[in-house]
T-cell receptor, first 116, second 112 residues
Framework: DAGVIQSPRHEVTEMGQEVTLRCKPISGHNSLFWYRQTMMRGLELLIY????????DSGMPEDRFSAKMPNASFSTLKIQPSEPRDSAVYFC??????????????FGEGSRLTVL | AQSVTQPDIHITVSEGASLELRCNYSYGATPYLFWYVQSPGQGLQLLLKYFSGDTLVQGIKGFEAEFKRSQSSFNLRKPSVHWSDAAEYFC??????????FGTGTRLTIIP
């Protein structure tokens, strides 16, 4: 069975460029999460969708970050313009159900972003 | 303020030895409790979870965790570690209907 699929796995870009990260959740899952992981801040929830609707985007750092989920099988996280401090591993995760009730998030392998 | 704490940043254990990773939480009510594992270069995988009932929870890969309400703890244990257990371990908590909050993680190193 296919898990959560993220692309690209690695991205190196220059400051000021636009970055788009992509995620395909597990089929049938109705919640999707974007996390950012850094050494300094650990795992941070950026945004959470349920049934394609953004439920909580309080973790989105600033207006340079945006996320969309146009349908149940695809989501994007966009950074425009990118800055060196955005360098991190970005994880997408999906789950069946809303909130923490099921508790089991299925994570993708992450997209490692380096902004020079 | 609500928080989850993993006091040990890094633990080194000999292969075959027992393991206990600590997790403490500070919430007004008993939250849902989880342990996740992250192998190098991978995403996180759920090891086990506690919602209610029996306070000793069994998970995958031979792990177990015990919920202790009086200590606000949910420590992860394994009787005998294998080299493949080397990874980062995250405790996570959430109140009903709310998002997961992850601890800062404990990196486990296994020595032969």
């Amino acid at each position: 069975d296919a898990g959560v699929i993220q692309s690209p796995r690695h991205e190196v870009t220059e400051m000021g460029q636009e970055v788009t990260l992509r995620c395909k959740p597990i089929s049938g899952h109705n919640s999707l999460f974007w996390y950012r992981q850094t050494m300094m801040r650990g795992l941070e929830l950026l945004i959470y969708f349920n049934n394609n609707v953004p439920i909580d985007d309080s973790g989105m750092p600033e207006d340079r970050f945006s996320a969309k989920m146009p349908n149940a099988s695809f989501s994007t996280l966009k950074i425009q313009p990118s800055e060196p401090r955005d360098s991190a591993v970005y994880f997408c995760a999906s789950s069946l159900g809303q909130g923490a009730r099921t508790g089991e998030l299925f994570f993708g392998e992450g997209s490692r972003l380096t902004v020079l | 303020a609500q928080s989850v704490t993993q006091p040990d940043i890094h633990i080194t254990v000999s292969e075959g030895a027992s393991l206990e990773l600590r997790c403490n939480y500070s919430y007004g009510a008993t939250p849902y409790l989880f342990w996740y594992v992250q192998s190098p270069g991978q995403g996180l995988q759920l090891l086990l979870k506690y919602f209610s009932g029996d306070t000793l929870v069994q998970g995958i890969k031979g792990f177990e965790a015990e919920f202790k309400r009086s200590q606000s703890s949910f420590n992860l244990r394994k009787p005998s570690v294998h080299w493949s257990d080397a990874a980062e371990y995250f405790c996570a908590v959430a109140l009903v209907g709310e998002k997961l909050t992850f601890g800062t993680g404990t990196r486990l190193t296994i020595i032969p």
